[in-house]
């Protein structure tokens, strides 16, 4: 895990300073495998799943992936939450848009999705206040033949590690054993719950004074790739 500046990045204030920083393990398990499958389970739609497409764009084109799955909610569970409906409607946005980059990226989705390469899945466990130690076996079995699922945003976080205020130094495998594939969190910190975090991180972030958990200032990218 990266070592993090406090005075160097929490000034930033254009987008979350990481404070923990897994990504060189994130790509290098995805690089080690043979046609990797990667899933992604979303969180909210509007500006939020824009930049999730992106990323399954680019782990499609330019990235190690061979096919993609984006898990999103059948129903909103909270009123931003992404549907099938908003990746549909946010694709074909993206074809049309006057960017010539964006309409590119909506372009490759769009093939991506009729030739099979990117599938967008949901399931009502989704939409119950369970974490997910307690995913039931049918959405247990489909995220096991995954080589990484990427769990995006606070609340999946919360039901990743188990919302409860673990000490923050608490390792991050520790928390995620259960998951029954590879697992990385992108996720801005948006409530108390963390683990995974460095002892020297943490305490300059409480030397601070301002609740570092809450503020939407900091973000992390956490992976475990497995025993």
Same mark, same amino acid.
């Given at each position: *895990? $990266?070592?993090?500046?406090?005075?160097? @990045?929490?000034?930033? !204030?254009q987008?979350?300073?990481?404070?923990?920083?897994?990504s =060189?393990?994130?790509?290098?398990?995805?690089?080690?495998?043979? $046609?990797?499958?990667?899933? #992604? &389970?979303?969180? $909210?739609?509007?500006r939020?799943?824009? =930049?999730?497409?992106?990323? #399954?764009?680019h782990?499609?084109? @330019?990235?190690?992936?061979?096919e993609?799955?984006?898990?999103?909610?059948?129903?909103?569970?909270?009123?931003?939450?992404?549907?099938?409906?908003?990746?549909?409607?946010?694709v074909?946005?993206?074809?049309v848009? =006057?960017?010539?980059?964006?309409?590119? &990226?909506? +372009?490759?989705?769009?093939?991506?999705?009729?030739?099979?390469? %990117? *599938?967008?899945?949901?399931h009502?466990?989704?939409?119950?206040?369970?974490?997910?130690?307690? *995913? =039931?076996?049918?959405?247990?079995?489909?995220?096991?033949?995954?080589?990484?699922?990427? @769990?995006?945003?606070? %609340? $999946?976080? +919360?039901?990743?590690?188990?919302?409860? %205020?673990?000490?923050?130094?608490?390792?991050?495998?520790?928390?995620? +054993?259960?998951?029954?594939?590879?697992?990385? !969190?992108? +996720?801005? %910190?948006?409530?108390?719950?963390v683990?995974?975090?460095?002892?020297?991180?943490?305490?300059?972030?409480?030397?601070?004074?301002?609740?570092?958990?809450?503020?939407?200032?900091?973000?992390?990218?956490?992976?475990?790739?497995?025993?």
């Amino acid at each position: *895990m $990266n070592s993090f500046d406090i005075t160097a @990045s929490a000034g930033d !204030a254009q987008s979350p300073a990481l404070i923990a920083d897994d990504s =060189p393990l994130l790509w290098s398990a995805l690089a080690a495998a043979s $046609n990797p499958r990667v899933c #992604v &389970i979303a969180d $909210n739609a509007g500006r939020e799943l824009l =930049p999730d497409l992106v990323l #399954v764009d680019h782990l499609l084109t @330019s990235g190690p992936a061979a096919e993609a799955v984006l898990y999103v909610k059948p129903s909103p569970y909270y009123v931003s939450d992404a549907t099938t409906t908003d990746v549909l409607a946010t694709v074909d946005r993206l074809r049309v848009a =006057p960017g010539q980059e964006a309409g590119r &990226i909506g +372009r490759r989705l769009w093939q991506a999705m009729n030739g099979g390469t %990117l *599938m967008v899945r949901t399931h009502e466990f989704f939409c119950a206040p369970l974490p997910f130690h307690d *995913m =039931p076996a049918d959405l247990r079995a489909e995220l096991s033949g995954a080589t990484m699922t990427i @769990s995006k945003g606070d %609340l $999946n976080y +919360r039901r990743l590690v188990g919302d409860q %205020l673990w000490d923050a130094t608490t390792p991050f495998a520790e928390r995620v +054993r259960h998951f029954p594939s590879p697992v990385a !969190a992108l +996720r801005t %910190l948006k409530s108390d719950v963390v683990v995974g975090l460095d002892a020297p991180v943490v305490a300059g972030l409480d030397t601070t004074g301002e609740p570092w958990r809450t503020s939407g200032k900091y973000g992390l990218i956490q992976a475990y790739a497995g025993t």
